[in-house]
Structures are given as C-alpha cells and as structure tokens.
C-alpha cells in the first residue's frame, strides 16, 4: 500500500523570505500522481500544485514550486516570499492513475505559520 | 458559482443515534468521495462513487455508508455512530476518476459522537 510521510508537524517563516515542506512516499507504482493541497483555518482544501510522475520537470505555481526526485520518492514543496495568508495546513497527497481505483492517500500535514 | 455544499457543517450527537451527512455538487460531476481527517493521519478515504449507482470502499469504509441515486448527491450514513467516528468529515467530486480533473472539496462536517 502506498503511504506519504510529512515529517514536520510545524514549521515556521518569517514574511518574505522562503520555506519549503518536505514529503516522501512509498510505492512501487511507476505511473502515479503527487499534489500539495492547502487548508486555511477556514477549512477548505485547496489545490497548490500537481506533479505527474512521468514528467521530469518540476512544475511550478506561482510562488509555489516543487522539487520532485522520483528515485527517493521525494516531493518537497518550496514557497517563495512567504505571505501571511500562506498560513495553514499542508497536505501531500498520492494517487494513482485512474485505472488503479483512483486510490488517493494523503500525509499527515505540516502546519505552516507565516510571522510578519 | 460551482460548488460543492455539505449540510451540516456542524452536528454534535450520541452513540447509537442515526445521522446522514449530506453533500451536493453542481458541477455534473461524475466522480465523487469521502474522507475523513484526524490530527496526526491526514485525511483518509471512507467511500468513492464513479457514476451514479456505482460506489466502492476506500480506506477506512467500516461503520459509514453511502449511495449516489442522484448524480449531483452523495450522502455518507452513520447507521450506528460511535465517538472514533468524531473527525471532520470532506466530501469531494470531480468530473471523472483520474488526477487531470482536479478534486473539488466541501467546507468539512465536524462530527462529535458523545
């Protein structure tokens, strides 16, 4: 079964300057998906940014971008010039393509805070 | 505005007590979930629903149950709620399986099962 490994519960960053969250997995699929979703304190999740496996660049959203290394199931999350409305909960989260159930995991979260 | 709704967003209640936790979406999707979130475990899939009159279990189905008569609602039933049901509960849909058609999430049911 595939799980995702958040292994800092909270970070924290100063406005302005740039944080990035670690996430790592474990499957033996070679075709999958990897998303960042965030949850404000208003409880929505909300979709950061999607790697599919089979593509070698990281992709980018803005001010947030990824660094995928696929051999060590790796997918870290970057956030330049850190705003205060980053603060929230970060989610990694797997899926597999849709041939395999749809089967989405998630991580445990680490919970960002953003100090002015 | 696309949406999907859950009703309640809140419900406090006791062991035992049948509840529905409804979720609506008016998008026309065809792919529809449940999750539930725990401090310290993410969130996990409870139920799946593909199209309407297909369902199937997720992760952690046991206890929960659902059914998709309607394209646009996905109910999750607690026939016999238990407190390690407490969590808050997301409903999510998108328009078919598969991770080009981003997931769409409800604002979250908080459960607390006395």
């Known amino acids: 079964a595939q799980t995702v490994t958040q292994s800092q519960p909270e970070m924290s960053v100063q406005e302005a300057e740039t944080v990035t969250l670690s996430c790592t997995y474990d499957?033996?699929?070679?075709?999958?998906?990897l998303f960042w979703y965030k949850q404000p304190p208003s409880r929505q999740m909300i979709l950061v940014i999607r790697?599919?496996?089979?593509?070698?660049q990281n992709a980018t959203e803005n001010r947030f971008s990824v660094n995928f290394q696929k051999a060590a199931k790796s997918f870290s999350l970057k956030i330049s010039d850190s705003q205060l409305g980053d603060t929230a909960m970060y989610f990694c989260a797997f899926m597999k393509p849709w041939y395999n159930n749809n089967d989405m995991r998630f991580g445990a979260g680490t919970r960002l805070t953003v100090k002015p | 505005e696309a949406q999907v709704t859950q009703n309640p967003r809140y419900l406090i209640t006791v062991t035992g007590k049948k509840l529905t936790v409804t979720c609506s979406q008016n998008m026309n999707h065809e792919y529809m979930s449940w999750y539930r979130q725990d401090p310290g475990l993410g969130l996990r899939q409870i139920y799946y629903?593909?199209?309407?009159?297909?369902?199937d279990k997720g992760d952690v189905p046991e206890g929960y149950k659902v059914s998709r008569k309607e394209k646009r609602n996905f109910p999750l039933i607690l026939e016999s709620p238990s407190p390690n049901q407490t969590s808050l509960y997301f409903c999510?849909?998108?328009?078919?399986?598969?991770?080009?058609?981003?997931?769409?999430f409800g604002d979250g049911t908080r459960l607390s099962i006395l």
């Open positions: 999510a849909s998108s328009y078919s399986m598969g991770p080009s058609q981003p997931q769409h």
């Open positions: 499957t033996s699929e070679s075709n999958y998906y």
């Open positions: 629903s593909m199209n309407v009159e297909v369902t």
């Open positions: 790697q599919e496996a089979y593509k070698q």
